[in-house]
């Protein structure tokens, strides 16, 4: 039984995308999603989600690793380096060491301990470029998961998250139908029975011209001038769920 579940991470895990003004941070996402399918078997189930956008690898596990172990999770999913991937310069065996260092102490705890691969960007002109340095990170990951016995989401060889109206228009976050595929997907992983049914969205508009130049005048060179100026999306913010607490009596949702 899963008393206790902590979420660790960076956007993908804040829920970024999933837009919900009554949220925490305004976003619900797909750890919200699931945890509110966890607490239907379990009564009680405390929930907390430390995640926070913009992070680094090294940010998330410097700042959420040690409050995540002191809460004594009975399960824990940790997903990192998403951010660090899109930097011009990474390496991803020093991320990977810390990762695997991370994995051992939360597996130690005798926690169910559950991580992602990365998404295979290959039908989006600009991650399509960042598909190798992915797949090394994702290799990295499933040797971690394979020597800790961890659960995996392997959200490479998920084809559905490819199609683009499970995005946002900023195309790095999920939005409400991407979340909540991949809370079924965690929960299926988990063998939790739920009904989360991931309905299609609805038909996406032709591609139009001009549509990569709106794209980078609204999203990209935003995100570009952050990074100069050493600045994140998520300075500023606090975790959603700072501290394990029952979920609200809306788990109706």
Same mark, same amino acid.
């Not at 949220?23 to 189930?45: F, I, K, S, T, Y």
């Not at 690898?57 to 380096?81: F, I, K, N």
């Given at each position: 039984? !899963?008393?206790?579940?902590?979420?660790?991470?960076?956007?993908?895990?804040?829920?970024?995308?999933?837009?919900?003004? +009554?949220?925490?941070?305004?976003?619900?996402?797909?750890?919200?999603?699931?945890?509110?399918?966890?607490?239907?078997?379990?009564?009680?189930?405390?929930?907390?989600?430390?995640?926070?956008?913009? =992070?680094?690898?090294?940010?998330?596990?410097?700042?959420?690793?040690?409050?995540? /172990?002191?809460?004594?999770?009975?399960?824990?999913?940790?997903?990192?380096?998403?951010?660090?991937?899109?930097?011009? @310069? &990474?390496? !991803?065996?020093?991320?990977?060491?810390?990762?695997?260092?991370?994995?051992?102490?939360?597996?130690?705890?005798?926690?169910?301990?559950?991580?992602?691969?990365?998404?295979?960007?290959?039908?989006?002109?600009?991650?399509? =470029?960042?598909?190798?340095?992915?797949? &090394?990170?994702?290799?990295?990951?499933? /040797?971690?998961?394979? @020597?800790?016995?961890?659960?995996?989401?392997?959200?490479?060889?998920?084809?559905?998250? *490819?199609?683009?109206?499970?995005?946002?228009?900023? @195309? &790095?976050?999920?939005?409400?139908?991407?979340?909540?595929?991949?809370?079924?997907?965690?929960?299926?992983?988990?063998?939790?029975?739920?009904? !989360?049914?991931?309905?299609?969205?609805?038909?996406?508009?032709?591609? *139009?011209?001009?549509?990569?130049?709106?794209?980078?005048?609204?999203?990209?060179?935003?995100?570009?001038?952050?990074?100069?100026?050493? *600045?994140?999306?998520?300075?500023?913010? +606090?975790?959603?769920?700072?501290?394990?607490?029952?979920?609200?009596?809306?788990?109706? @949702?």
């Amino acid at each position: 039984m !899963i008393h206790r579940f902590v979420a660790l991470g960076d956007s993908f895990t804040e829920g970024v995308g999933d837009s919900d003004p +009554t949220a925490p941070n305004g976003v619900r996402g797909w750890a919200d999603r699931a945890a509110e399918q966890l607490a239907r078997h379990q009564p009680g189930l405390s929930y907390a989600n430390l995640a926070i956008r913009g =992070r680094l690898a090294r940010q998330v596990l410097s700042e959420q690793l040690a409050p995540a /172990l002191a809460m004594r999770p009975d399960l824990v999913t940790l997903y990192a380096g998403g951010n660090d991937l899109l930097r011009p @310069r &990474i390496d !991803i065996d020093a991320l990977a060491d810390s990762y695997d260092a991370a994995v051992a102490e939360l597996a130690a705890t005798g926690a169910t301990v559950l991580l992602f691969t990365g998404v295979d960007g290959v039908n989006d002109p600009l991650f399509r =470029r960042l598909r190798g340095r992915t797949a &090394i990170y994702n290799e990295h990951v499933r /040797l971690i998961a394979a @020597r800790h016995g961890a659960l995996l989401v392997d959200m490479w060889s998920m084809r559905a998250l *490819r199609d683009r109206r499970l995005w946002s228009p900023d @195309r &790095i976050h999920l939005n409400a139908h991407g979340h909540t595929l991949i809370a079924a997907a965690v929960l299926d992983t988990l063998g939790v029975e739920h009904d !989360i049914s991931p309905r299609p969205p609805a038909q996406a508009e032709a591609p *139009r011209r001009g549509q990569d130049l709106r794209w980078a005048r609204e999203h990209a060179v935003p995100w570009l001038g952050r990074r100069l100026r050493g *600045r994140s999306s998520g300075d500023g913010l +606090t975790p959603k769920r700072p501290r394990l607490e029952p979920l609200a009596d809306d788990t109706t @949702r």
